[in-house]
């Protein structure tokens, strides 16, 4: 290879991710360009680079490799990011690097999984504990007093009942997650809406609301048959069991010039203002006592928005506290034939 064309090694450095800088007896003498947009190096006092890091325990490190020549890591926080940090010098001379990356996004992910993990052991608690429970008084319950015996089976069975749902849907989300999906196939969204809405009539009936898809034409679409029935079952069952007596929930689909959209409306509670962000979330429930009495383990919008994300869509909500909400769904559909 002709020299001239081998890239120096500052240009190789500077289409790296981390943040790499070197320090010559106290003063900044290279930094890449990550290190630069990371650390806002413009904004440096050239004459105090290290002192200019803002942190103390990363300004420590760095002091301590200076005097002792050891390798010193540490995880700091800089300008809102979390930054895993390594000082080393560079055998018998006062030249000290700093290599940082960002973990940010990986910190994100490690305490969304904290979270889900206590909050899933949590509502999977509490119907254990009630059937547990239950079933001990059951035991003693069953010769001296046979109705309330009785009475005790039917509870167990509706704990029971929700600890199943809620497995359900929490396998329902990793399946997602793992991406398991049969890209390629092709169904028919009318014939998915329709079944689902049928699906829903018993407990539609049985809350005196009425269910009702508008979709005059077949709507072909390739992609995950799965996931499309998880959006339309989850999105018409909160319409039905957050509604009032009397009320109307209503599906539109229709196909766009390079789109899907799946609407449910429904003239039912309606959710808050302040909610309205937080309704995607796993296990956010807006009324924690109604939802839990409906059966609700607030998963269920967080499995829609995953399905929908994973078709490359996007959901949005509108609603009106007291009269409605309306679910929007839009899939991107280029590449699919009609
Ligand atoms: N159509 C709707 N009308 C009014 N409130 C709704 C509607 N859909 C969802 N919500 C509110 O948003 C919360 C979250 O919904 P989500 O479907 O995630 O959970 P859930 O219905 O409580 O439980 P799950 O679906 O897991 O059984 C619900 O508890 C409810 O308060
Ligand atoms: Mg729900």
């Avoid at 997650?177 to 018993?202: N, P, W, Y």
């Avoid at 899907?260 to 807006?286: M, N, P, Q």
């Amino acid at each position: 290879m002709n020299s001239a064309n081998v890239p120096s090694l500052g240009s190789i450095l500077d289409t790296i991710p981390t943040a790499v800088i070197e320090f010559d007896h106290g003063s900044l003498v290279y930094a890449n360009q990550a290190a630069r947009r990371l650390f806002s190096l413009d904004r440096w006092d050239p004459d105090n680079p290290v002192a200019a890091l803002g942190n103390a325990a990363l300004v420590h490190a760095l002091e301590t490799t200076t005097t002792t020549g050891t390798l010193q890591e540490v995880t700091v926080e800089v300008h809102d990011s979390v930054v895993q940090c390594a000082t080393s010098q560079v055998p018998g001379k006062a030249v000290v690097t700093l290599v940082a990356t960002d973990i940010t996004s990986v910190e994100r992910v490690q305490a969304m999984r904290r979270d889900f993990v206590a909050n899933a052991s949590h509502e999977l608690k509490t119907p254990v504990t009630g059937i547990l429970a239950l079933a001990e008084s059951l035991e003693l319950a069953m010769e001296r007093d046979p109705v309330r015996a009785k009475q005790m089976v039917h509870r167990i069975r509706k704990e029971a009942v929700r600890l199943s749902q809620l497995v359900r849907e929490l396998l329902d989300l990793n399946r997602i997650e793992e991406g398991e999906r049969r890209e390629g196939e092709g169904f028919d969204l009318r014939f998915i809406c329709l079944d689902q809405v049928a699906r829903i009539g018993t407990l539609a009936e049985s809350l005196h609301v009425t269910v009702r898809a508008d979709i005059p034409d077949p709507i072909i679409v390739v992609g995950s048959r799965e996931n499309m029935k998880t959006i339309v079952s989850n999105l018409l069952t909160n319409a039905v069991k957050y509604n009032k007596p009397g009320g109307e929930v209503v599906i539109t689909a229709c196909r766009q010039p390079t789109r899907i959209e799946i609407v449910v409306r429904d003239t039912g509670l309606g959710i808050a203002e302040e909610h309205l962000d937080r309704i995607f979330e796993r296990f956010y429930r807006v009324d924690q006592a109604r939802s839990r009495e409906a059966g609700g383990t607030g998963l269920g919008l967080s499995i829609v928005r995953h399905a929908v994300e994973q078709m490359g869509g996007t959901i949005t909500v509108e609603s009106a506290l007291g009269q409605g909400t309306r679910f929007s769904v839009h899939i991107p559909v280029e590449g699919n034939d009609v």
